[in-house]
Structures are given as structure tokens and as C-alpha cells.
């Protein structure tokens, strides 16, 4: 497994609150964010947006550990996932993040890309692969969030379903679902669906005849 690197975000202390306030930051560049953890009082900072927007930019995604240094104070957290966030309706700009300081020896709960690799063996016979679910959610330590859950469908036929209880974990990470849930399918053309019908309906018309055929000898 890839193990992660922690970008650095440099935050600064938030000496205003409001509306207004956190305007001023985002047409300075800056983004308004919220830091907080277990034993720790919740702060209110800002760092550099586009710094963020890189480092999120990564192969981990949403899933990017930081560490955050707060200038001028020499406090340092480690450890830091991306909590929650907010942004605008419209243009989907980043407008705030909360970020959580995850002690050492804790797990997450984060949510995991699934991607496929290899080629069914249904999509040879004229398939559809369909990946149902694009993520799950697993649990696991900071230092083990995996850039993504693979799945290997090259063995899957026509119609095949895999579940969620099919996919391989690595060690230290295990999903979290109450209930089982299909993954992937490989989908078979509509037609095939439409032939099966037509037979269907040869086989009532035949059974619809002999039916009337039986009727006639009685009524004779």
C-alpha cells in the first residue's frame, strides 16, 4: 500500500468572525477553516486556498493527512483529515473546511474509490460492466487510509454480480455496512432480454392453439 505523504498547511489565527470577515479571506485567497479534535479547543483559522486545493489534488484525494502549523503560536498538528466542508451552489467554490485532529492509535471512517481492473468475460459476449457503487466506507488508521479498493473482474460472465463482501482489504482496513450491497454487474444487452420474450410468446400462441384445437374436438 502507498503510504501517504502529510502536506503542510501553514494556517493563520482568525482574529474577526462573520459573513463579512470570511469574504475578505476568499478574495484574498485565503480560506476560512475550522480545527478541532479531542482535547482540543475548536479553533478558527485560515490557510491558503490553492495550497489545499493542490494537496487534495493528490492520489488520496478528500483523503489527504496534513499537518498544520499554526504561525506565530508554534502549534503543530498532526494528523489532520478533512472533516467537512462547504461550497457555493453555483460556481462550487471551496467557501469553508473543518479539519479534525485524529489522535495517534485512533481510527477513521473515510469514504474509498473502488476501481476496476481487468476485463470481464461477460463484456466479451456483448456486456456491460456496471460499477454500481463508486466508493466505500472503510475504517482504518490515519496512516493506512488506501488510495482506493480494487476489483478484479476479469472473472465475471454474463449477469455476474460481486458484492460488497467480495472485495479484498488490505491489512488494517476493514469496511463499514450493515448490510450487503452490490458493487458491480455485468449488464447483457436489452435484445437478449427481448428474444427470451419472443420465445415466451411462441410458446403461448402454441399452447393457445392446441387449447382451441382441444375445444373444437370437444364441441364435436
Known amino acids: 500500500m502507498e503510504a501517504q505523504t502529510h502536506p503542510t498547511l501553514l494556517a493563520e489565527r482568525r482574529t ?29 483559522l485560515s490557510i491558503n486556498r490553492t495550497t489545499l486545493l493542490d494537496a487534495i489534488d493528490g492520489p488520496h484525494g478528500l483523503n489527504t493527512v496534513f499537518q498544520v502549523d499554526v504561525e506565530g503560536e508554534g502549534l503543530t498538528f498532526k ?30 471512517e473515510v469514504k474509498v474509490p473502488i476501481v476496476t481492473t481487468g476485463r470481464a468475460k461477460g463484456e466479451r459476449s ?9 466508493e466505500i466506507k472503510v475504517r482504518c488508521s490515519v496512516l493506512n487510509i488506501p488510495v482506493a479498493i480494487e476489483l478484479d473482474v476479469s472473472p465475471m460472465g454474463p449477469n455476474d454480480v460481486r458484492m460488497a463482501s467480495d472485495l479484498e482489504f488490505g491489512e488494517g482496513v476493514e ?9 458491480a454487474r455485468v449488464m447483457m ?23 382451441e384445437g382441444a375445444a373444437e374436438g370437444a364441441e364435436a
Open 16 to 44: 474577526e468572525s462573520g459573513k463579512g470577515s470570511s469574504r475578505r479571506l476568499r478574495a484574498a485567497g485565503r480560506l476560512p477553516v475550522a480545527c478541532y479534535g479531542p482535547g482540543i479547543d475548536s479553533m478558527t
Open 189 to 211: 444487452p436489452r435484445q437478449n432480454v427481448v428474444g427470451l420474450d419472443d420465445v415466451d410468446e411462441d410458446e403461448d400462441e402454441a399452447a393457445e392453439g392446441a387449447a
Open 175 to 183: 469496511p463499514v455496512y450493515v448490510t450487503d450491497f452490490a458493487v
Open 126 to 134: 456483448g456486456g456491460r460492466l456496471r460499477l454500481i457503487a463508486p
Open 79 to 108: 494528523n489532520v483529515v478533512l472533516h467537512d466542508y462547504q461550497v457555493a451552489p453555483l460556481s462550487r467554490a471551496l467557501l469553508h473546511a473543518d479539519f479534525l485532529v485524529v489522535p495517534d492509535g485512533q481510527p477513521v
